[in-house]
Nanobody
């Protein structure tokens, strides 16, 4: 599968932004899809994931209640709706995918096989 992330930009604190990840190839339901983010000098950080099988959803504590991950099987996309943004959310956001049958933690980037190119989100105070 090839992944293409889009939707990043410059916003002010408390604003909202919606990221989208377009998957080409197999349906997104074949994969567990996730969003990670990374700032300079830091490791890539888990943000949210949605399982291919069952559709269970997981969030990092830092975004719970503010971000929503969703899947559109018609458009074959996965979106990340980000509300109440704050400057600490500034990062390059990556969408990732792994086979839905793969076991192991969802929360570490080593467990994902496919990656999009990243989209920059900048939140000004």
């Amino acid at each position: 599968v090839q992944l293409q992330a889009s939707g990043g930009g410059l916003v002010q604190a408390a604003d909202s932004l919606r990221l989208s990840c377009l998957a080409s190839g197999r349906p997104v339901s074949y994969y567990t899809m996730a969003w990670f983010r990374q700032t300079p000098g830091k490791e890539r950080e888990f943000v949210a994931a949605i399982r291919g099988r069952g559709g269970q959803i997981y969030y990092a504590d830092s975004v719970k209640g503010r971000f929503t991950i969703s899947r559109d099987e018609v458009k074959n996309t996965v979106a990340l709706q980000m509300n109440s943004l704050n400057p600490e959310d500034t990062a390059v956001y990556y969408c990732a995918a792994r086979n839905a049958y793969r076991v192991g933690t969802l929360y570490h980037d080593n467990h994902y096989e496919y990656w999009g190119q990243g989209t920059l989100v900048t939140v000004s105070s």
